[in-house]
């Protein structure tokens, strides 16, 4: 079946623009995370859905930098103002939803690349 | 607080010979402890976890993983390298309750023909 998707694959913009990025988990994951991979560096938390709701945000790094997933599904991160700062790869992720101490494993998309000018 | 420690950024190997990756953590509460394979321009892909079973886990492609509490390390072994290892590996702990993954930095592997 379809994995996880992620779009776009890359996105330039200006510093002070505002962006979004999309993500598509697997069908049936109501588990959902994203995460910032800076250069060199290895991924970043940044929030967690379980369904609808952000169960974790704890990773979000200011307040430029918000997540919806309305229907349980399909989840933006959206990012306003942006920085140079916010160039990275951001990774979007899905699992089935944890249970217990027996987490579930996350399947993760290909990345959006941001690039800000 | 939870944190992982990959002690070294860069590892050669040649094909054949035994592959070690080293990861230690850091985790107030039962950590579950992952690896995590990156290819160029390709996904994270799982290797194995532990989640409090048997200290000795088993991945895909050879790999293997032992959980040393007293050591608090959770390094990463295959008996023989292949060319297609070559990749950047990164060790990745969660705490029970808690929702967040920390990765490591990451540790790139050669394998050399």
């Known amino acids: 079946g379809a994995g996880v998707s992620q779009t776009p694959s890359n996105k330039v913009t200006e510093k002070g623009k505002y962006v979004e990025l999309r993500c598509d988990p697997i069908?049936?994951?109501?588990?959902l995370y994203w995460y910032r991979q800076s250069l060199g560096q290895g991924p970043e938390f940044l929030i967690y859905?379980?369904?609808?709701?952000?169960?974790?945000d704890s990773g979000l790094p200011n307040d430029r930098f918000f997540a919806v997933r309305p229907e349980g599904s399909v989840s933006t991160l959206k990012i306003q103002r942006t920085e140079r700062g916010d160039s990275a790869v951001y990774l979007c992720?899905?699992?089935?939803?944890?249970?217990?101490?027996?987490?579930?494993?996350?399947?993760f998309g290909p990345g959006t690349r941001l690039t800000v000018l | 607080a939870q944190s992982v420690t990959q002690l070294d950024s860069h590892v050669s190997v040649s094909e054949g010979t035994p592959v070690l990756l080293r990861c230690n953590y850091s985790?107030?509460?039962?950590?579950?402890l992952f690896w995590y394979v990156q290819h160029p321009n390709k996904g994270l892909q799982l290797l194995l976890k532990y989640t409090s079973a048997a200290t000795l886990v088993k991945g895909i492609n050879g790999f293997e993983a032992e959980f040393k509490k007293s050591e608090t390390s959770f390094h990463l072994t295959k008996p023989s390298a292949h060319m297609s290892d070559a990749a950047e590996y990164f060790c990745?702990?969660?705490?029970?309750?808690?929702?967040?993954?920390?990765f490591g930095t990451g540790t790139r592997l050669k394998v050399l023909a």
């Open positions: 859905f379980q369904g609808t709701g952000a169960a974790d």
């Open positions: 069908s049936g994951h109501t588990a």
């Open positions: 985790s107030s509460y039962s950590p579950s």
């Open positions: 990745v702990v969660k705490t029970s309750g808690t929702y967040k993954y920390i």
């Open positions: 992720a899905s699992s089935l939803k944890p249970t217990g101490t027996s987490p579930s494993e996350q399947f």
